[in-house]
C-alpha cells in the first residue's frame, strides 16, 4: 500500500493509497525538526485510533521544505522498509518533463499538481493552487510543465498587512458583504477578497492571450471554493489534486521502472 506524503511550507498532508482510492488522509503542521520517531508515533496513533491495519510498503514524497527530506527518508526506511520516490530527485520520473528555462528547478508542488490535472482534465491548463503562495501553473496539451506565476498567498497578505501596521488587526478572510467597507476589518476584508479575484481573473486572461488558446483553470487550496461562490473564476475545482498527482507519479514510475 503507498504512503503519499505532500510537504507544504505550511502544513504536510499524508494520504493513504489502496490503489483505487484514497482510505485516510492527515494533515499535520510542517516542521522541519521533527524526526522520523515522531513522524511514525503520530501516525501510527492515528491509523490505531481509526482502526487502520494496513501494511505501507511504498513511500512517496514532494516537499517545498527540503530540510523536512531526510527525516521524511529516514521514516519510510526505518519503520515501512522502503526507499521512498522524492518529486524533483533524479530517480523519480516524470510522465513528463517540464519545459523551462535550463537550469531553473521547479518546484516539486507545480510538478505534481501539472501531473495530477492533467490526469484527470488533459492539457492546455491553468492550475491555480492556493496555498502559503499563489501559484498559476501552465499545463501544456502533452501534460508538461511549461511554466507560471508566483504571487503572495491570501493569509500572507494578511499577514504582511498586519505586522506592516501595527493599527490593523488579525482578520478572516471572507466575502464582505459590499465593496466600500465602513469598518478596519471590512475595508481588510473588501480588500483582500476583491482583490485577489481581481488578481486571479487578470493573470489567467493574459495567460490565455499570451497563449492564443483557450485553456481550462482548474483550482486547488481551502480558498479556493471562497473565491469561486462570488465569480466564476475557474472551471473546476479539485481538492485532492496534489496528492492525486502523487499517486500519478508514482504509478508511472512503478510502470517505467
Known sequence: MLLAIDVGNTNTVFSIWDGTRFIATWRTATEWQRTADQYYVWLSSLMHFQKLHVDIDEVIVSSTVPRVVFNLRVFADRYFNCRPL?????????????????????????LVNAAGAFDRHGGNLI????????????????????????????????????????????????????????????????????????????????????????MLVVSTGGLAPLFQQSEPLFDAFEDDLTIHGLTVIHKYNKENT
Open 86 to 110: 522524492v518529486v524533483g530527485k533524479p530517480d523519480c520520473l516524470l510522465p513528463t518533463q517540464p519545459r523551462v528555462d535550463e537550469g531553473t528547478q521547479v518546484g516539486p508542488d507545480r
Open 127 to 214: 492550475v491555480v493552487d492556493f496555498g502559503t503562495a499563489t501559484t498559476f501553473d501552465v499545463v501544456d496539451v502533452d501534460g508538461a510543465y511549461v511554466g507560471g506565476v508566483i504571487a503572495p498567498g491570501v493569509n500572507l497578505s494578511l499577514e504582511a498587512l498586519h505586522n506592516a501596521a501595527a493599527a490593523l488587526p488579525h482578520v478572516d478572510i471572507t466575502k464582505p458583504q459590499q465593496v466600500v467597507g465602513t469598518n478596519t476589518v471590512a475595508c481588510m476584508q473588501s480588500g483582500i477578497f476583491w482583490g485577489y479575484i481581481g488578481l486571479v481573473r487578470e493573470i489567467c486572461d493574459r495567460i490565455k492571450a499570451e497563449r492564443g488558446m483557450p
